[in-house]
């Protein structure tokens, strides 16, 4: 080019230099405040206690665009992208003059415009502000917008904005749901050759995408590379070794841990961008896959809950609210920590922590273990249709005897039970328009999986039950805080569970824990706690049908220890309060050697009809008196009966006819073959 025409377009590109800092002036004062209000929306996530990503959500408009702050992602990154889109980043007020008079001069020479001479900042505009046309017009008002981004936020700020923004193909925004979609990892963990090809990606997204088209997006990782070997920014054979790498070929799903719990945390406060929970993601994730595997073994349609609490807090370290979020033919969506079903015997615990308390009975009063009826026609049967005979409160929970835990609950009244066990926070759930009676005790009574590992978590606090806290950004809870038993009487129990038989290849007395299984086997329940921890389990249908087979001590509890093995420590006993009396049935004091008032056995000798204390009208007033019919229920036969000490004639049977010979009072007395015997007072008239 001779030197004439070299001045001459030195001249033209110091003028329109010139020229073109006079109308960014001007734009800078017309153009209306940039709103950032759309570019600053964010998918919602939740964490974990740490700070580990569990979930995801979708913005409103379908877009992944997670929060993230350049202090969150690997240098090295940040080195590649400002040495591969913008290498005076860091000098320059938004707009590179070096790299805009190259373009002008490269416009000049080709009648077009060749290169943007685009900043980082001038990305930032054009994302905030898009614009379809692709014109000179255009571009004088994104270099003005990317000065004004850059005098409002700082370098700081439109770095913050691009990771946020960035496209990468779909509806996957910024460089955190890149990061995550395509290599299931944080940024903060990329490898070289996975830094290098999100860097080039967001030029051309849609062209570029490793999972469309993996040899463009290859060539494009390659080129940043190249680029930043050149530099120096990374070693030549490292910048080789990364061009080893395979580029991904498809993407990957978000992570989805505590599905169920973040779920409702965000649909608790749909406003908030972070939720922060109480979880530990690492427990989370040992679990979910063995409530899912169990589950499957167990059969089609079954599913299975954990809940994992922190005795001293109330928080949920780990929520498993299904056999798989997604599993449809599981029910997978419905989370079974709040789902109403039937304890079984899992309520029995507190049956007996009532007892203990109200000086009923300590762990070694004897109960009797016996066919037994209770009122008219209760008379309940052990799981097994076997009966134990005499056996101490303590054995007679560890073996989830039916018979004792009724008599227990009939001593301390199925209403005045209940009523504890609201007072203390549970959701008790019983059939319409029935009031509390003794099936209670055995789960005829509905109730949450949380809100039983509540109960259970006050069992061990000495019966202080604590709200169950699962945000970490929610306020603490009241200081005063219900109670489901005294310390003694719950340190009872916790020491009585601790020694309940193991499942098979468990180590015995080690943690303290009951089962339960719900009538016609659509529920098994298991739930154990040591000094620190409450772990809860569930398994069944959600549809609520029943399960052949499906019981608490063969499917739950063997579940409820692996779990609490995951915890990876040794459970802890609960220490004892120095008031407990620790003494064998012997040493106890009178009253509590033996249960008082318990129901007889349901073949007991006794008297059906006349009632004790009835008043007969046999018309003994007006002449011979009619005969009065005799009833006797159970014994031994043969029965003889009397009154007033003196045999009834040919009377060996449970019927038989008395013939008085007036009016008056008469003791009636029947006695079997085994000498027990039943008496009665009724009046003739």
């Not at 002008?104 to 080709?110: E, H, M, R, S």
């Not at 910024?174 to 290098?196: H, K, M, N, Q, V």
């Not at 319409?432 to 999986?449: E, K, S």
């Not at 016609?520 to 739930?527: L, P």
């Amino acid at each position: 080019m001779p030197a004439t025409r070299r001045r001459l377009a030195a001249r033209v590109l110091i003028g329109s230099a010139l020229v073109a800092a006079g109308w960014l002036w001007l734009a800078l004062a017309r153009l209306p405040p940039l709103d950032l209000a759309a570019a600053e929306a964010r998918s919602p996530i939740v964490l974990d206690r740490a700070g580990t990503l569990l979930r995801p959500f979708a913005t409103a408009d379908g877009r992944w665009r997670l929060p993230l702050e350049p202090a969150a992602v690997d240098p090295r990154f940040l080195a590649l992208l400002t040495a591969y889109e913008d290498r005076r980043f860091r000098a320059h007020p938004g707009v590179d003059p070096l790299a805009l008079l190259r373009a002008a001069g490269q416009w000049l020479a080709a009648g077009r415009i060749v290169s943007g001479a685009s900043t980082l900042s001038m990305q930032v505009a054009r994302l905030v502000e898009p614009r379809g046309a692709r014109s000179l017009t255009a571009k004088l008002r994104q270099i003005a917008r990317a000065v004004a981004l850059e005098r409002r936020l700082g370098k700081a700020g439109v770095l913050r904005l691009y990771l946020a923004l960035a496209p990468y193909g779909g509806p996957v925004e910024g460089l955190r749901a890149a990061s995550l979609a395509y290599f299931g990892r944080e940024p903060a963990r990329l490898t070289l050759a996975e830094s290098a090809l999100l860097v080039a990606l967001p030029q051309a997204p849609e062209a570029r995408r490793p999972d469309r088209f993996p040899d463009a997006a290859r060539r494009a990782r390659d080129r940043v590379l190249d680029i930043a070997a050149a530099t120096g920014i990374v070693p030549a054979a490292d910048a080789a070794s990364a061009k080893a790498e395979p580029v991904p070929r498809s993407r990957m799903p978000f992570p989805m841990l505590a599905a169920h719990a973040a779920e409702a945390a965000v649909a608790q406060e749909p406003g908030r961008r972070v939720h922060r929970l109480a979880l530990d993601a690492r427990l989370q994730a040992r679990l979910e896959p063995l409530a899912a595997e169990r589950a499957a073994a167990l059969g089609p349609g079954l599913s299975a809950a954990v809940l994992v609490v922190d005795n001293a807090t109330g928080e949920v370290r780990a929520q498993v609210g299904s056999a798989g979020y997604r599993d449809a033919a599981r029910s997978g969506a419905v989370d079974m920590t709040r789902a109403v079903r039937s304890p079984g015997s899992a309520l029995k615990p507190f049956v007996y922590a009532m007892a203990f308390e109200s000086g009923v009975a300590h762990p070694e009063t004897l109960i009797e273990d016996r066919p037994s009826r209770f009122g008219a026609s209760y008379a309940p049967e052990n799981f097994d249709l076997t009966f134990q005979g005499t056996v101490t409160a303590r054995r007679a929970l560890q073996l989830s005897l039916n018979v004792p835990a009724v008599a227990l609950m009939e001593a301390v009244g199925p209403a005045r039970f209940i009523a504890r066990l609201r007072a203390a926070g549970a959701g008790i759930a019983l059939p319409r328009d029935a009031a509390p009676g003794l099936p209670v005790a055995l789960g005829g009574l509905g109730i949450t999986l949380s809100d039983l590992a509540r109960l259970y978590a006050g069992l061990a606090r000495g019966g202080e039950v604590p709200d169950l806290r699962r945000r970490l950004d929610a306020p603490a809870a009241e200081a005063v805080l219900p109670r489901i038993a005294e310390p003694v009487a719950a340190w009872y129990v916790a020491d009585t569970l601790r020694g309940t038989p193991p499942p098979e290849s468990a180590l015995p007395n080690r943690l303290a824990y009951k089962t339960g299984t719900s009538y016609g086997y659509r529920d098994a329940w298991a739930v154990g706690f040591d000094r620190r921890t409450t772990v809860a389990v569930w398994l069944g249908r959600p549809d609520g049908a029943g399960v052949p087979g499906l019981v608490g001590r063969v499917a739950a509890a063997p579940l409820l220890f692996d779990a609490f093995a995951r915890l990876g420590r040794d459970p802890e006993p609960v220490p004892r309060p120095r008031d407990a009396l620790v003494a064998a049935t012997g040493a106890l004091p009178p009253p509590l050697r033996r249960l008082r008032g318990e129901a007889g056995p349901a073949d007991r000798l006794r008297i059906a009809y006349p009632p004790d204390g009835a008043r007969i009208d046999l018309g003994a007033e007006g002449g011979a008196p009619a005969g009065l019919a005799l009833k006797a229920l159970g014994g031994t036969p043969p029965l003889t009966w009397l009154v007033g000490g003196l045999p009834v004639t040919g009377s060996d049977r449970r019927q038989a006819e008395w013939q008085p010979d007036g009016a008056g009072f008469a003791r009636i007395s029947v006695l079997d073959a085994a000498g027990a015997s039943d008496s009665v007072t009724v009046r003739i008239e």
